[in-house]
């Protein structure tokens, strides 16, 4: 909160110091500038105005004298000069490189256009215009010098610039007059460039007297008032209304010489001057610099002090307040939520103790809105609890209900097969059994839900197979589902009904989310850390992401979302995982599918060595009779007819069974089934019926 106005503070005062550093820097760069590549460039242009009046008398007279090579060897020594000068600036000069590029390009062409008026191969005219070509980049490059922020500085500049332009415009015609001078004549173009050369230098003496102040325009004022400069309008109008030049080549060059030395002068006093003024505007600027920085880091220093001292004592309070804050969110409200979890009785005046903290108005206020907002989350903590218990007793409630006339129904159907000799009829007995089973499943997923336990156990161990194979004679397409062959073991009878469930939910999620197609196989193993199941599908499978977050949810199940019905199986399976600390996860298949791998703990799991797999176990026996004969649609072994083998004693009721019998001797093998005729299969079901009833009327001897 403290440390905002200090940056705002500084950030205001390092803009206010920016500004008047950009401008010192603007002004000492303009000076470095013109201190290098100002007095280097001034005498470039001086040279190569000088060698173009040599070669428009080499174009004229095709001579090339002595007076032009001393020439151009002092135009290549002030090129020389002008390219230390610009190496010299080094980054000063970075805004220049467009503008230096280009002239260092056409001073690259110097030697070509020497060697087309030394060979003869270039016109008067177009040798001309070949050095006003440099001239013109190199004028470009003075508008460029100017970079200073100074606004009058500014103006005062572009003005001089436009009067040295004109002083250029002047040496033009003056060179393209002694080239004509050396043959007495002036071709037609010749004279159109000479009225361009003379207007161009009227418009830009105007334009640069208007832009002096008064003390650099008397002097210039003072040229123009002078005999040698009226002389030389003069000579100018005859040369553009004759379209020959002056007869008198003294009288030309003699005005020209004079006017030029002038304007020559009073451009380098005007410079001079206008360096002057520079040079104090940097001063003025360091001095608004020193001001405005010192002021400005007197008020930052004493705004730092005092938040400091402020911010301490703030800081103190917040701190009270945070640590109130922290035990509150991080410790009381979930230990308050746990306890809540467990159902346990929470008073809420108890629970929500007001935060106590000292300090300012504002931070007492704070304090007494936490306390609200604490007595409110505790308030509907306890009301989401008493919701969700409210919402399990309804789940239970229903199952219960769901149960008690599932076994009604049970007991119907148990009544109407016996009395069935039908085929036809049995086996839709057989169907409507099965439903009934489903839902007998689906009631005691709403018990699990409600955080009860179902009424199904048995108090010895159930074999692995007759689970594997209770659990998929629950599901709707048990034919696709194929049990493979498992090593002889068996479960904790406490918890044979949940893993029948568990697996059953898991097998149901298999065959639904696979092609109708394919089969679905569930294999096992015995382990070093317990017993492993697999089911595995050929289905789609899923993404990644949701296989991360199915395994997480599968691990660490949260508090059951009555909107996520979509995923009720999964949470079933979760919660009576968590129940008996079985894990379970799930990952892509080689084949493209899913494999639910199911690990039972070594607490749950019975070395059986004596027991046979599939025969006399308790799980497969407390199934229904009708439910019974889908379950051997998966059995590995039968009598020669295709039926199982009875066991004595082995077909108990749906409760547990105290004791059991010893299995019978085994005294039959299994014969391959072959396609048997309609009188056939009545026989094979009235003796199936017939058994079955023998094994319920014994299970109902023994009792529970």
Excluded: C
């Amino acid at each position: 909160m403290l440390l905002l106005p200090l940056l705002s503070l500084s950030a205001l005062w390092g803009f206010v110091l920016n500004l008047t550093m950009g401008d010192a820097q603007s002004l000492l760069r303009a000076n470095t500038l013109y201190r290098t590549i100002g007095v280097t460039s001034t005498d470039l242009g001086l040279q190569l105005q000088a060698e173009r009046i040599r070669s428009a008398e080499a174009l004229t007279t095709r001579e090339l004298t002595e007076v032009l090579g001393s020439q151009r060897a002092r135009t290549d020594g002030a090129v020389r000069d002008f390219r230390r000068a610009v190496a010299e600036a080094g980054d000063d000069a970075a805004g220049l490189r467009l503008p230096l590029g280009t002239l260092a390009r056409a001073l690259d062409r110097l030697g070509e256009i020497r060697a087309d008026i030394d060979g003869g191969r270039s016109s008067r005219l177009a040798g001309l215009t070949a050095y006003n070509t440099i001239l013109d980049a190199l004028f470009t490059l003075y508008d460029h010098l100017v970079t200073v922020a100074d606004l009058p500085i500014l103006q005062q500049a572009g003005a001089m610039q436009a009067m040295g332009m004109a002083r250029e415009h002047i040496a033009r015609e003056h060179a393209l007059v002694t080239g004509a001078l050396a043959d007495h004549r002036l071709t037609p173009a010749e004279v159109t460039a000479f009225t361009e050369y003379a207007a161009s230098r009227r418009f830009l003496h105007a334009r640069g007297l208007a832009g002096l102040d008064v003390a650099l325009r008397r002097p210039y004022e003072q040229t123009f008032a002078s005999a040698p400069f009226q002389t030389f309008i003069t000579l100018e109008a005859r040369i553009i209304q004759t379209g020959a030049p002056p007869s008198d080549a003294g009288a030309w060059n003699e005005t020209v010489g004079k006017l030029t030395s002038q304007l020559d002068d009073e451009g380098v006093a005007a410079s001079e001057t206008l360096n002057a003024r520079t040079s104090d505007a940097v001063t003025t600027t360091v001095v608004e610099i020193s001001v405005a920085g010192g002021l400005g880091l007197i008020a930052v220093l004493a705004s730092i002090i005092i938040s400091v001292r402020f911010g301490r004592r703030l800081a103190a309070e917040l701190g009270g307040l945070r640590a109130a804050a922290v035990e509150l969110s991080d410790r009381r409200l979930p230990d308050l939520v746990a306890r809540l979890r467990k159902g346990e009785d929470v008073d809420v005046r108890k629970e929500a103790k007001p935060i106590k903290v000292s300090g300012s108005a504002e931070i007492t206020d704070v304090a007494r809105a936490f306390g609200s907002v604490q007595r409110t989350a505790v308030t509907a903590a306890i009301g989401q609890a008493a919701l969700r218990r409210g919402v399990g007793q309804v789940f239970l409630n229903l199952a219960r209900r769901k149960q008690g006339l599932l076994h009604r129904q049970l007991a119907l159907l148990d009544g109407m097969q016996r009395r069935t000799h039908d085929p036809d009829r049995l086996e839709e007995l057989f169907r409507l059994d099965h439903l009934t089973t489903r839902m007998r499943r689906h009631a005691e997923s709403l018990m699990v839900l409600s955080g009860s336990a179902p009424g199904r156990a048995w108090r010895k161990p159930v074999p692995v197979i007759d689970i594997v194979r209770a659990a998929v004679a629950e599901v709707e397409d048990y034919t696709r589902v194929e049990v493979q062959a498992m090593p002889v073991s068996a479960f904790d009878g406490g918890a044979a009904a949940d893993l029948t469930h568990l697996i059953a939910e898991l097998v149901e999620n298999a065959t639904i989310y696979s092609p109708p197609d394919t089969t679905v196989q569930v294999r096992g193993d015995q382990v070093s850390n317990g017993y492993a199941i697999e089911i595995e599908d050929r289905g789609l499978g899923l993404p990644a992401d949701e296989y991360t977050a199915t395994n997480r949810m599968l691990a660490n199940p949260p508090e059951f979302d009555l909107a996520d019905s979509d995923r009720l199986g999964l949470f079933v399976v979760a919660r009576l995982a968590e129940r008996h600390g079985i894990k379970v996860v799930l990952r892509r298949s080689p084949f493209g599918g899913t494999t639910a791998i199911v690990l039972v703990p070594r607490s749950l799991v019975t070395e059986q060595t004596a027991l046979t797999a599939g025969h006399g176990g308790e799980e497969m026996a407390a199934l229904p009779g009708r439910t019974r004969k889908k379950a051997l649609a998966v059995v590995t072994s039968g009598t020669h007819k295709g039926l199982p083998r009875r066991v004595r004693q082995a077909n108990l009721s749906p409760q547990p069974a105290e004791t059991s019998q010893p299995p019978a001797e085994e005294q039959h093998t299994e014969e391959k089934q072959t396609e048997r005729s309609p009188e056939e299969v009545r026989d094979l079901f009235s003796a199936f019926q017939r058994g079955t009833r023998r094994a319920r009327e014994e299970a109902s001897e023994e009792g529970p």
